[in-house]
């Protein structure tokens, strides 16, 4: 198993949709995790941490479930501007702490 | 602004040449990184260093070099070693302790001649 996976997409999606993305992980002793966003040819930007009990900013919804070890992003309203490249990370706990995993992303396309 | 300046925006490599990619940081984060992606591909970590004079081999450091002799300065040598260096290379930094996220510059293309 992979120590970051993502779903494949691309994900083809009209205006307004709302729609969810899913990134599990192999190590069970992954202390944090986050979510980036990255545009065609530029660098990935910090979208949102993700925190135990979930987290929510504007229209992007944030949770992790730690039991069956995947962590998931909900975009409601999908606007022509969040169309992207979606990169979970992952940073593993005591010795690995300096390590962070990224997903290989999901391509989002929001259409007019 | 605090952030994190790469330079050059854009390289290019002779055969046989060693370039060297500039990474300054002015946020005082201990840790910096390297990575490089290819098209369509994943981030793929080929080094960093948690602390001042110390640095670690990533998943893809042969063919490349670093130091790390400032805290805000962390510079990647791509040597002629390196055959496929035609890549989007990102530097990025944080600060230690679960929690903190990375940031990044804006990246370096680089491609051969």
């Known amino acids: 198993r992979k120590e970051v996976e993502q779903d494949p997409g691309p994900f083809n999606v009209p205006e307004g949709a709302t729609v969810a993305f899913n990134c599990t992980y192999s190590?069970?002793?992954?202390?944090?995790f986050f979510w980036y966003r990255q545009d065609c040819r530029k660098e990935p930007k910090l979208l949102m941490s993700v925190y135990s009990s979930g987290n929510e900013d504007g229209r992007f919804t944030a949770q992790l479930n730690r039991a069956s070890q995947y962590i998931s992003l909900l975009i409601r309203d999908s606007k022509l501007s969040d169309s992207a490249t979606y990169l979970c990370v992952v940073i593993g706990s005591g010795g690995s702490n300096y390590k962070l995993t990224f997903g290989k992303g999901t391509l989002l396309t929001v259409n007019p | 602004d605090g952030g994190i300046t790469q330079s050059p925006k854009y390289l290019f490599r002779k055969e046989g040449q060693n370039v060297t990619l500039s990474c300054e940081q002015n946020?005082?984060?201990?840790?910096m990184y390297w990575y490089r992606q290819d098209p369509g591909q994943g981030l793929r970590l080929i080094y960093y260093?948690?602390?001042?004079?110390?640095?670690q081999k990533g998943d893809i450091a042969e063919g490349y070099s670093v130091s790390r002799e400032k805290k805000e300065s962390f510079p990647l040598t791509v040597t002629s070693a390196q055959k496929n260096p035609t890549a989007f290379y990102l530097c990025?930094?944080?600060?230690?302790?679960?929690?903190?996220?990375?940031?990044f510059g804006d990246g370096t293309r680089l491609s051969i001649l």
């Open positions: 946020l005082n984060h201990d840790a």
């Open positions: 260093s948690q602390i001042v004079n110390d640095f």
């Open positions: 990025a930094s944080r600060l230690q302790g679960p929690g903190q996220p990375q940031h």
């Open positions: 190590n069970s002793a992954s202390q944090s």
